[in-house]
């Protein structure tokens, strides 16, 4: 019997969206999909849908479904149009507000969230609404795999592989749809994949652990700013940057010192909202390594510190009340950056200098303790006054570590040279 109209109609659609390796044909009553490989071999399966006129948006959507399924988890036909038939009944078998849509779901995640700045919820915000838009697309997505996959397709294009953009938006989308499965009602196939699905999405940074590192300020360069800044009278900031390059400290870590017996301890901040009550490590050690030429400096602004002759700048200390309330020191770190930021001859440091960024203070004092003194400090010893382990230390210093090695060796057997003609 000679195919009628609308099977011609519909095998076409088929072909056209979706190659000529696959099609369908009437059997039973039924529909049954076909999908022929390169290699000649094919594979089927007879859909539950009545081969009919009526019924050919139906097989054209669910053909589409299929494939999709087959193509994202590298399943068969048969396991395919299973998991197809168990998502399209899943809606009937739950309640909640996904019973409303998605976007009322988005709506009420948010809701959960206004404890947080309105920065982070507007990020939050942008972030979700890429998630609809995913959910709106076509083929529409059926699970969590094929929406973070159509995720990266249309928003990963100007992030860059292995970098915290993607990681964050990512895991946004992650924490969304596990609230939507746990707390709104969507069905199970809507929670997030394993790891290593998102660790794909993710990928690999092109560029090494080594090139990734954020430039230290040179020592001519910190000390020229601390001059400037003591000749614009700005000692607030001084103290605060003198302090951070100085004794090695994070940022974040202004809001966590104390000074007990004439020495600098800090205390832990790589602590989130749901530890910041647990108990912590001590406070750890924090040791002045001074600039040539400025012999001493460190123990002074040590002095400054303690004494409260000079404050650290207000808009520090301001973050620094809030971190109880806020569960989170971030934004004492960020608040130096901005001011420092806005500082004419900080700019200028930067200008000449691609890369820095008010973190390369910390790691000026790790530059500084393996590479300006003949006497370079063991990684052993660097690493516990930073305050992390040895193989963090080697990880993002090692080569300044490698580089003061290397010169100690060859300085030691000059050193031997004239020995040996005297």
């Known amino acids: 019997m000679a195919p009628q109209k609308w099977e011609q109609t519909l095998r076409r659609q088929i072909r056209d969206n979706h190659g000529n390796g696959w099609n369908v044909i009437a059997q039973s009553g039924k529909c049954k999909l076909t999908r022929r490989y390169e290699d000649g071999t094919k594979s089927a399966k007879v859909l539950s849908i009545e081969w009919k006129a009526t019924n050919s948006v139906q097989i054209l959507n669910a053909v589409t479904r299929v494939r999709e399924l087959v193509e994202t988890r590298n399943i068969s036909i048969a396991e395919a149009v299973r998991l197809d038939t168990e998502a399209l009944a899943a809606p009937e078998e739950h309640n909640g507000t996904a019973d409303q849509g998605w976007p009322a779901v988005v709506e009420e995640y948010l809701a959960t969230k206004q404890g947080r700045r309105s920065s982070t919820l507007a990020d939050l915000r ?158 750890r050690l924090c040791l002045p390594l001074d600039i040539a030429g400025r012999e001493g400096e460190g123990k002074r602004l040590l002095h400054l510190y303690e004494s409260g002759l000079v404050k650290m700048p207000a808009a520090v200390l301001n973050e620094i009340s809030k971190v109880e309330d806020k569960g989170t020191f971030q934004q004492v770190g960020h608040a130096f950056g901005q001011l420092l930021k806005r500082y004419e001859p900080w700019k200028n440091l930067v200008r000449s200098n691609e890369g820095v960024t008010p973190y390369s203070l910390r790691h000026s004092w790790a530059y500084r303790c393996h590479v300006c003194s003949n006497n370079a400090l063991h990684v052993r010893t660097a690493a516990a006054l930073m305050g992390h382990t040895v193989a963090v230390h080697m990880k993002h210093y090692g080569s300044w570590v490698d580089e003061a090695s290397l010169e100690a060796a060859v300085e030691r057997y000059n050193e031997g040279l004239v020995a040996a003609s005297n």
């Open 126 to 283: 942008t972030r979700l609404n890429r998630v609809l838009v995913c959910m709106d697309s076509r083929p529409k997505p059926r699970d969590a795999r094929a929406l973070l996959k159509r995720f990266a397709e249309l928003h990963f294009t100007d992030m860059a592989p292995g970098g915290q953009g993607r990681k964050r938006n990512l895991g946004d989308a992650c924490a969304f749809l596990t609230y939507a499965v746990d707390k709104a009602g969507a069905p199970q196939r809507w929670l997030p994949p394993e790891k290593a699905f998102i660790n794909d999405l993710i990928g690999v940074a092109a560029t090494s652990t080594e090139e990734r590192l954020t430039p230290p300020v040179k020592p001519e360069d910190l000390a020229a700013l601390l001059d400037q800044m003591e000749a614009d009278g700005r000692h607030d900031l001084r103290l605060a940057t003198g302090l951070i390059a100085l004794f090695g400290l994070r940022p974040a870590e202004l809001a966590v010192l104390t000074v007990k017996e004439g020495k600098l301890y800090a205390g832990a901040v790589k602590r989130n909202i749901a530890t910041l009550a647990q108990k912590s490590k001590p406070p």
